[in-house]
T-cell receptor
Framework: GAVVSQHPSWVICKSGTSVKIECRSL??????MFWYRQFPKQSLMLMAT?????????EQGVEKDKFLINHASLTLSTLTVTSAHPEDSSFYIC?????????????FGNGTRLTVT | QKEVEQDPGPLSVPEGAIVSLNCTYS??????FMWYRQYSRKGPELLMY????GNKEDGRFTAQVDKSSKYISLFIRDSQPSDSATYLC?????????????FGTGTQLKVEL
């Protein structure tokens, strides 16, 4: 159980275009999902918290107009990288935790490798 | 000083060895401690999570937490080549019902035949 699916697994786009990444919780409902970014040989950095039915909460230094997050249903959050530039090339990973009593740890998708040319 | 420190390795061991992976942290408010395994070009996979100080065992894996020393460990017994991956420690404070994780930098492990 607790499967988080991400699509696409990799994408190449041209500078200036936008790219949408989908994150789905397959066997549970998630009111909150988290988006992380990981550069090569570095750890995961939290970008934003996606809240179903309300605005996302962005971490300090993350441009909300550049990284648009939409959490329209309890099983789907999307991250759109707008006007992508080569420095946006990275590994983007979403996560969520199934609801329940007590603590429920985060489960991660398999990530999306974005390359901006 | 980072909130969570983890030796990046790489750590190379022979098959069958006992592996010890460690993290130290500075924020005594952390409540839950996780270990994730990440294969190359994949998302992190949850291995274990713990709350209290002490040991928790799951198969070949043992997680250890020492809150007084702000130190956590993951032990892997009878290591296999398939254990070769990057191991990330993570921890969180559950304020307001959130689940924002603070990660270590990860330790790259290679188990050789």
């Amino acid at each position: 159980g607790a499967v988080v699916s991400q699509h696409p697994s990799w994408v190449i786009c041209k500078s200036g275009t936008s790219v949408k990444i989908e994150c789905r919780s397959l066997d549970f409902q998630a009111t909150t999902m988290f988006w992380y970014r990981q550069f090569p040989k570095q750890s995961l950095m939290l970008m934003a918290t996606s809240n179903e039915g309300s605005k996302a909460t962005y971490e300090q230094g993350v441009e909300k107009d550049k990284f648009l997050i939409n959490h329209a249903s309890l099983t789907l959050s999307t991250l759109t990288v707008t006007s992508a530039h080569p420095e946006d090339s990275s590994f983007y990973i979403c996560s969520a935790s199934p609801p329940g009593q007590g603590y429920s740890p985060l489960h991660f998708g398999n990530g999306t490798r974005l390359t901006v040319t | 000083q980072k909130e969570v420190e983890q030796d990046p390795g790489p750590l190379s061991v022979p098959e069958g060895a006992i592996v010890s992976l460690n993290c130290t942290y500075s924020n005594s408010a952390f409540q839950y401690f996780m270990w994730y395994r990440q294969y190359s070009r994949k998302g992190p996979e949850l291995l274990m999570y713990t709350y209290s100080s002490g040991n928790k065992e799951d198969g070949r894996f043992t997680a250890q937490v020492d809150k007084s020393s702000k130190y956590i460990s993951l032990f892997i017994r009878d290591s296999q080549p398939s254990d070769s991956a990057t191991y990330l420690c993570a921890m969180t404070i559950l304020t307001g019902g959130g689940n924002k994780l603070t990660f270590g930098t990860g330790t790259q492990l290679k188990v050789e035949l």
